[in-house]
């Protein structure tokens, strides 16, 4: 059987982090507090009078056109996938995140900046089993010529293949086995994208308002405006990647499973998760077998342990 980590895990000790909306351009403080055990990814504003928390599940999306908004009870938090992704990608289950203001803040664009907090105050291991998601069978959406499926694996691995057309950007594809070694390495460093007439236009309908060069690559008709250039030669297809990510981390669970999507985005990724759930013959939640010790506190990246999957019996 495969390998995975046995435990739910949170983090360690409280960190913040103070950074622009993407599309708000709002000034906005976000602290990730340690979590116990079932809590899940929860969103907190606590610039409301009601601080309502929004746990981070498909069911709570409430837009997906210019990224993923969750919200609940008229709140809403914006412009999650990001720190999503990084908080799957390290194996984070259980986290109260709290911000004052209507959006996670871009930071760099990636998910590094979030990473780097993780790591910096460490991983704490829980007693309790980690439940995850096990694909069954082949589930498929299709949007025009965009397309995402997931199917059998025995492990979480994504592969990605995008076309823009246009000269910097081109045909890219890109395929890794999601673990915290990879996405650190190999996708959380990727920032967002976009180009610079739909940038402006997006201003003038009042998004994109904290957008600069300072948190996204930006392309003209034919070259890269960014000074310093790309991260990776592929860095386009690795932030779908990464967005993607997030976006399936709404299943609340760690998935196993192949996700293979061709010109992907935040709506199909959504669609996807919820034609999963919609037919529970597709998926199954399995758990570790129990384990005599525990290990309370590890720092990433020397994160390990093991189980062997076993079906979840009510």
């Not at 709140?75 to 986290?95: F, M, Y």
């Not at 057309?165 to 890794?176: A, L, R």
């Not at 034609?275 to 570790?288: H, M």
């Amino acid at each position: 059987m495969p390998v995975f980590p046995d435990h739910q895990r949170t983090i360690s000790e409280p960190v913040s982090c103070k950074g622009v909306g993407l599309h708000s351009g709002a000034m906005v403080n976000l602290t990730l507090w340690p979590a116990p055990a079932h809590h899940g990814i929860v969103f907190v504003r606590t610039d409301t009078a009601a601080q309502v928390a929004i746990p981070a599940l498909s069911q709570y999306v409430v837009d997906t056109s210019m990224a993923t908004t969750l919200g609940k009870d008229g709140v809403k938090v914006g412009t999650v996938e990001h720190l999503l992704s990084a908080l799957a990608g390290l194996g984070i289950d259980n986290v109260r995140v709290e911000l004052d203001g209507p959006e996670v803040p871009v930071m760099d664009g990636s998910a590094e900046h979030f990473v780097q907090m993780i790591t910096s105050v460490g991983v704490r291991e829980l007693e309790e089993q980690r439940l995850y998601l096990v694909i069954n069978k082949p589930v498929t959406v299709v949007e025009g010529d965009k397309e995402a499926t997931l199917s059998p694996a025995r492990r979480f691995r994504i592969s990605c293949s995008i076309d823009f057309k246009h000269p910097m950007i081109s045909c890219q594809s890109f395929e890794v086995e999601v673990s915290e070694r990879g996405f650190a390495g190999e996708i959380s460093r990727a920032r967002t994208f976009g180009f610079l007439r739909d940038v402006e236009m997006l201003k003038k309908h009042g998004l994109a308002r904290g957008g600069s060069l300072d948190n996204a690559i930006v392309v003209d008709e034919s070259t890269i405006l960014n000074p310093e250039g790309l991260r990776f030669p592929d860095e386009f297809v690795r932030h779908k990647i990464l967005d993607a990510v997030g976006d399936v981390s709404l299943f609340g669970r760690p998935v196993i499973g192949h996700l293979k999507v061709f010109k992907t985005g935040h709506a199909l990724n959504h669609k996807l998760v919820q034609k999963v759930l919609s037919d529970p013959s597709c998926y199954e939640l399995v758990q570790g077998r129990p384990v005599d010790t525990e290990r309370p506190e590890v720092r990433l990246p020397e994160l390990s342990g093991g189980m062997d999957l076993e079906p979840l019996v009510a």
